[in-house]
Structures are given as structure tokens and as C-alpha cells.
């Protein structure tokens, strides 16, 4: 190991809330190690980390593999330092008519939404339990609280996730492990919502839309809790957001 700082890890590190939370943890102080299944896709958000100032490394690892999960979470424990703060933030958000869902779609859907939440978080939190602390975070959505028309995969998908999250929190916590779900709603600050919902995106300059690094600043929060006021559950939407 070349040095004891602490490590974030973020899975599934996207260009807008995955990468928000690498940066907010990097400017703690703490190496960021993104991941997603390309790795050149994460060297903008490495760069960006490195120009300001922090430690960043970027893995290209398929989190539905255990043999690739495993030889991440080692890699990095092994190398960089011990994995405080864990993040899960894979979507896989494909709208669809439960009439024309095919097999093979809603079982990826739930592999990469939910499975690979499992495999990923077990992983990391094998190590956590070793040393008595740990915060671990999963992106959630309003589709893990109600499916809508139109969302049978994702929203089976979200409510797994929601399962293994509560099942994690109530096991680990008394080991000192920090979990917790957060329910993001509404639409992000996106390239992809800028270009496919333009009039959704110009609420912007209303605060109608969630800024990724605000959603950020929520992480680094439920990370810095002290323990005798953990949240387990916390929801996150624009004031002007129907729910």
C-alpha cells in the first residue's frame, strides 16, 4: 500500500451525479476511484479531479461480474488504501410497455440496477466489517417506492435495491457501518435531459432541476453523520417537483 489516505469508491461514476460525488469526496481529501465499464470514459472526470487538486484513479470493471468486483475492491485495498465511503449509483432507466418488455431487457435491467448493487456492496463491505467502520450509499429513485406505467424492469430493479439497502442497514449498522438510500426525484442536470427535454431542462433558472453537485453535497452529509444520528432513508427533489 502506497499510502494510508482513505478511498471512495463510486460505481457506476457517470458525467453528472456519480462523477459530482467523486469530486465533493475528493475535495475532502479522499482518493476518488471511479468506475464504469469503459475506463476512457472516465478520464475527463480523473482530470478534473487531478487539476483540482485531489487523487483520482479510474478502473473499467463490470460490477454484474464477482471475479472483476472482487479484483477491484482487492486492487484498490491493496494499493491506494481502505474504502471508507462506498457508492452504488448504476440506473439502467429504460421505459417500457409491459406489453412489449422482452425477458431479455427487464432480467438486464435488474442485473445492472440491482444485482450488481449486491455483488458490489458485499465486496466492500467484507472489508468494512474488519475494521468496525464504513459508510455505504445507494442511489435510488421514486420507481423504488411505486412502479409506474411504463417502468415494470426499472422500478423492480429500484425496489430490490431499496430491499438490500434496508436488509444492509439493519445487519451492519450495529457493526458500526453506516448504509443508506437515497431517493432521488426529479430530473438532473444532464447533457441527455438537455437535449431530449429541452422545456424540462429550461426550469433550470428556476431551480426546477437538481443540480448534481447539490445531490453531492447530500452524500458527503450522510457520510459525515456521527452515528448516534444516522439517517437511513433521505429524499431529494426540485421545490417545484410533483410527488
Not at 74 to 99: D, K
Request: proline share 3%.
Amino acid at each position: 500500500m502506497t499510502h494510508n489516505k482513505k478511498v471512495v469508491l463510486v460505481v457506476g461514476a457517470g458525467d453528472a451525479t456519480g462523477g459530482a460525488i467523486a469530486k465533493r469526496f475528493a475535495r475532502e481529501g479522499y482518493i476518488a476511484c471511479v468506475t464504469r465499464r469503459s475506463a476512457d470514459k472516465l478520464q475527463p472526470l480523473v482530470d478534473e479531479i487531478r487539476a483540482a487538486g485531489g487523487e483520482a484513479h479510474g478502473f473499467a470493471s463490470d460490477a454484474r461480474k464477482e471475479e472483476e468486483v472482487a479484483a477491484l475492491v482487492e486492487q484498490i485495498e491493496s494499493t491506494l488504501g481502505p474504502i471508507e465511503a462506498f457508492v452504488f449509483n448504476i440506473g439502467a432507466n429504460v421505459p417500457c410497455s409491459i406489453l412489449e418488455e422482452t425477458a431479455r431487457k427487464y432480467f438486464k435491467i435488474w442485473e445492472m440496477a440491482c444485482f450488481a448493487g449486491f455483488l458490489t456492496s458485499q465486496a466492500v463491505a467484507r472489508r468494512m466489517v474488519t475494521r468496525e467502520r464504513g459508510t455505504i450509499l445507494f442511489t435510488g429513485a421514486t420507481a423504488g417506492l411505486r412502479g409506474a406505467a411504463g417502468f415494470a424492469a426499472f422500478a423492480g430493479a429500484k425496489h430490490g435495491i431499496r430491499a438490500l439497502a434496508q436488509s444492509m442497514a439493519r445487519e451492519l449498522g450495529p457493526r458500526n457501518i453506516h448504509v443508506a438510500h437515497v431517493v432521488v426525484d426529479g430530473a438532473i442536470d444532464t447533457a441527455f435531459i438537455r437535449d431530449t427535454f429541452p422545456e424540462r431542462y429550461a426550469l433550470k433558472d428556476q431551480d426546477g432541476i437538481l443540480d448534481p453537485a447539490h445531490i453531492a453535497d447530500s452524500y458527503w452529509f450522510l457520510h459525515a453523520q456521527p452515528r448516534d444520528a444516522w439517517t437511513f432513508e433521505l429524499d431529494l427533489r426540485p421545490w417545484m417537483e410533483r410527488w
